[in-house]
């Protein structure tokens, strides 16, 4: 079955690190994202990694995926207040008609 | 240009309307997408698009009909919609439908039907 599980709040000192989790139930996905939705806006492609990788950095943000135990978290270094926002985890089985299956949504909350 | 844009980025209409959403890419995307998104939920498929046609359709009735005149453009009309399918109506677009559906989202269009 497809199905995406993400916790959906985390609340953060600014500065501090973000740790968003997200586990997924098909094994043969191909890659895994992340997005950010702010207030009122679309979604914004921060991330992805491919199944055959284990981690991914770019910039203040890490990807750790664990295959085994199919679970991915986004690291987000020295957090900032713009980094507030709703993050989705997404996973894409691929094939020729493929498409992203989103978890729910994590609303992240940085604190001054 | 590397990016998805939609117009109108508000849209009020009563259940007699007819309107229609625009979206645009000039990244040589092949693969267009219209999603649904009701607040505090995650986005919702509604067409996928492959080299013009229409590839998917996720069994969203009939009040509405994409159309996609050429590989840049993507349209959603609108008719007879009920207060229910208020939400944010968002476009995406990618290399392919295949390979690392690697989407890239519009601001999307704020639906309100009275």
């Known amino acids: 079955g497809e199905d995406v599980e993400q916790s959906l709040f985390l609340s953060v000192r600014e500065g501090d690190s973000s740790v968003i989790n997200c586990t997924y139930t098909d094994s043969s996905s191909t890659y895994l994202y992340w997005y950010k939705q702010e207030p009122g806006a679309g979604l914004q492609l921060l991330t992805y990694?491919?199944?055959?990788?284990d981690m991914k950095q770019d910039q203040r943000l890490t990807v750790l995926l664990n295959k085994k135990d199919k679970h991915l978290s986004l690291r987000i270094a020295d957090t900032q207040t713009g980094d507030s926002a709703i993050y989705f985890c997404?996973?894409?089985?691929?094939?020729?008609?493929?498409?992203?299956?989103f978890g729910k949504g994590t609303k992240l909350s940085v604190k001054p | 240009d590397t990016e998805v844009t939609q117009t109108p980025k508000h849209l009020v209409m009563g259940m007699t309307n007819k309107k229609s959403l625009k979206c645009e890419q000039h990244m040589g995307h092949r693969a267009m997408y219209w999603y649904k998104q009701k607040a505090k939920k995650p986005p919702e498929l509604m067409f996928v698009y492959s080299y013009e046609k229409l590839s998917i359709n996720e069994s969203v009735p009939s009040r509405f009909s994409p159309e996609c005149p050429n590989s840049s453009l993507l349209n959603l009309h609108l008719h007879a919609l009920q207060p229910e399918d208020s939400a944010l109506y968002l476009c995406?677009?990618?290399?392919?439908?295949?390979?690392?559906?690697?989407?890239?989202f519009g601001p999307g269009t704020r639906l309100t039907v009275l």
């Open positions: 997404a996973e894409y089985h691929g094939g020729s008609q493929g498409n992203l299956i």
């Open positions: 995406a677009s990618s290399p392919t439908s295949g390979g690392a559906g690697e989407q890239f």
């Open positions: 990694i491919f199944s055959n990788m």
